[in-house]
């Protein structure tokens, strides 16, 4: 069965720079969800989006940024790169919002050096 | 604050004997709550979960128990294979629009 896609899997990037994450959610999903796991800590929910709409936000900084497009895939945007931001980020997907599972994604993991 | 607390960062537990990973959580709008295994370098997958009108479920080798007037659930593997070695998140959910929210995990490890 078709699984949540994470692009790319890995990341490196230099302070400062710019970086695009992409969520392709498992297909008929219309809710995905961003998480953030930094090393030896637990997720931490950074954004959703419902129907291409933003449905709830969570400790997200300004400078990132997300969307989610007609094909109800996301995109996660993230500018002035911090050592800090280095982490795991996980997508995942639903169908419909709260009170279903959501299914993750393998993640991608960005080093920002 | 954390809403969802899992106490226990590591289990060991012998191949064949039960693994019971339990999970605390403080915000009483939650009314449904999973959990994830997650191996190394690889995305949480979804295990099993409960709804706030059932105090128990079923599913093979998994049962998770839910006791609300404790605030507090927990995962029962039984029998313990060697295979179930992963971390464990607890997550809870409060109703439409709303995000999961996890706990830290608590990493078991069944010895053969």
């Known amino acids: 069965a078709a699984g949540v896609i994470q692009s790319p899997r890995h990341l490196i990037k230099e302070k400062r720079e710019t970086a695009t994450l992409k969520c392709y959610p498992i297909?008929?999903?219309?809710?995905v969800y961003w998480y953030q796991q930094g090393p030896g800590q637990d997720p931490q929910f950074l954004i959703s989006?419902?129907?291409?709409?933003?449905?709830d936000k969570g400790s997200i900084p300004d400078r990132f940024s997300a969307q989610q497009f007609s094909d109800y895939h996301s995109e996660l945007n993230m500018s002035s790169l911090e050592l800090g931001d280095s982490a795991l980020y996980f997508c995942?997907?639903?169908f419909g919002t709260g009170g279903t599972e959501a299914f993750f994604g393998q993640g991608t993991r960005l080093t920002v050096v | 604050d954390q809403q969802v607390k899992q106490n226990s960062p590591s289990l060991s537990v012998q191949e064949g004997r039960i693994s019971i990973l339990n999970c605390d959580y403080t915000?009483?709008?939650?009314?449904?709550f999973l959990w994830y295994k997650k191996y190394p370098a690889e995305g949480p997958t979804f295990l099993i979960s409960?709804?706030?009108?059932?105090d128990k479920n079923e599913d093979g080798r998994f049962t998770v128990f839910l006791n609300k007037s404790a605030k507090h659930l927990s995962l029962h593997i039984v029998p313990s294979q060697p295979g179930d070695s992963a971390v464990y998140f607890c997550?809870?959910?409060?109703?439409?629009?709303?995000?999961?929210?996890f706990g830290k995990g608590t990493r078991l490890s069944v010895i053969a």
């Open positions: 995942a997907s639903s």
């Open positions: 297909p008929r999903h219309d809710t």
């Open positions: 989006f419902y129907e291409k709409m933003q449905s």
């Open positions: 915000n009483s709008m939650f009314d449904y």
């Open positions: 409960i709804s706030s009108i059932k």
């Open positions: 997550a809870a959910s409060g109703g439409r629009n709303t995000p999961l929210v």
